[in-house]
């Protein structure tokens, strides 16, 4: 029979390292987890977005037809946006281009007092930045699951799990948002 040093011996030598091993690849699995499917808001946000670019880009096409360089460019932008399924950081890189054709596109708007005033376009840039905000929310919560899951897959002995069972490291996404609103201050000193 075992005595009790043989038996805490046993315990801290295999078991107590198993059992910390198993807890931390289940706790890997969870983070990664929940990463993806904070993945998915921010696809589903994009996706959004690029819902709402070409009914901007037609709004805009009335009043600044002549801008058809610039309104084709967001466009094929935001169909490249729509077919990239590569990494996170390939992708970031294609919305960035998108961003800022976007925002170009904003400052074409700026010359047309016209359109900056017509319901229909001041509804559609509402629901882009309500957009852009959401991407933004988004997008914070899925850099927030991949620093807890780097923190733990990249710190010992948590780095000894990730890398037995190949737990792959993840980037994290960083956009612009498209537009944004400017508070007005008027009346606030007043």
Same mark, same amino acid.
């Given at each position: 029979?075992?005595?009790?040093?043989? +038996?805490? =011996?046993?315990?801290?030598?295999?078991?107590?390292?198993?059992? /910390?091993?198993?807890?931390?690849?289940?706790?890997?699995? *969870?983070?990664?987890? &929940? $990463?993806?499917?904070?993945?998915?808001?921010?696809?589903?946000?994009?996706?959004?977005?690029?819902?709402?670019?070409?009914?901007?880009?037609?709004?805009?096409?009335?009043?600044?037809? &002549?801008?058809?360089?610039? +309104?084709?460019?967001? =466009?094929?932008?935001?169909?490249?946006?729509?077919?990239?399924?590569?990494?996170?950081? &390939?992708?970031?890189?294609?919305?960035?281009?998108?961003?800022?054709?976007?925002?170009?596109?904003?400052?074409?708007?700026?010359? /047309?007092?016209?359109?900056?005033?017509?319901?229909?376009?001041?509804?559609?840039?509402?629901?882009?930045?309500?957009?852009?905000?959401?991407?933004?929310?988004?997008?914070?919560?899925?850099?927030?699951?991949?620093?807890? /899951? *780097?923190?733990?897959?990249?710190?010992?002995?948590?780095?000894?799990?990730?890398?037995?069972?190949?737990?792959?490291?993840?980037?994290?996404?960083?956009?612009?948002?498209?537009?944004?609103?400017?508070?007005?201050?008027?009346?606030? $000193?007043?």
């Amino acid at each position: 029979m075992a005595s009790t040093e043989q +038996l805490g =011996i046993i315990f801290f030598t295999v078991v107590l390292p198993l059992g /910390y091993g198993i807890a931390t690849y289940n706790y890997l699995v *969870r983070l990664r987890n &929940h $990463f993806d499917d904070a993945w998915s808001n921010i696809d589903t946000e994009l996706k959004r977005r690029y819902d709402l670019i070409p009914l901007l880009v037609g709004a805009i096409k009335g009043y600044a037809a &002549h801008e058809r360089e610039t +309104l084709e460019r967001v =466009i094929q932008l935001r169909n490249d946006c729509m077919e990239d399924q590569g990494s996170v950081q &390939h992708q970031e890189g294609t919305e960035q281009q998108l961003v800022g054709a976007v925002k170009d596109l904003m400052v074409v708007v700026e010359s /047309y007092p016209d359109l900056k005033a017509d319901n229909n376009f001041m509804q559609l840039q509402k629901e882009l930045v309500n957009t852009e905000d959401r991407i933004q929310a988004a997008r914070r919560f899925y850099n927030g699951n991949v620093r807890d /899951y *780097r923190n733990r897959a990249e710190s010992f002995p948590g780095n000894i799990v990730a890398n037995m069972f190949n737990f792959e490291s993840r980037d994290f996404f960083n956009i612009e948002p498209a537009v944004r609103v400017v508070p007005s201050i008027a009346g606030v $000193f007043s």
